[in-house]
């Protein structure tokens, strides 16, 4: 008899350096599968997307670089 002591910890809290928000994510501790998050992920895509036009306009000629995404177990 094998017992499993996996679990995953719920909420997980990360911060999204290009978009400059945290974000909460809610997981099933069973199975680490993500039920919902906020800010979700359509609005990080478009605020970093913002974020990144925002650096290239602001840097003569220098590319801009993914974010950096740290994740902080609460």
Known sequence: MQISN???PTPV???D???QVVVVEHR???TGE???QVPTEATLR???EAAL???SSSSAGGA???GTRLSLVV
Request: net charge negative; charged share 25%.
């Open 6 to 8: 996996n679990t995953y």
């Open 64 to 66: 801009a670089t993914a």
């Open 13 to 15: 809290v990360r911060f």
């Open 46 to 48: 478009s605020e970093d």
């Open 53 to 55: 036009a925002g650096r």
């Open 17 to 19: 350096a290009l978009a």
């Open 28 to 30: 099933d501790p069973a």
């Open 34 to 36: 993500e039920s919902y």
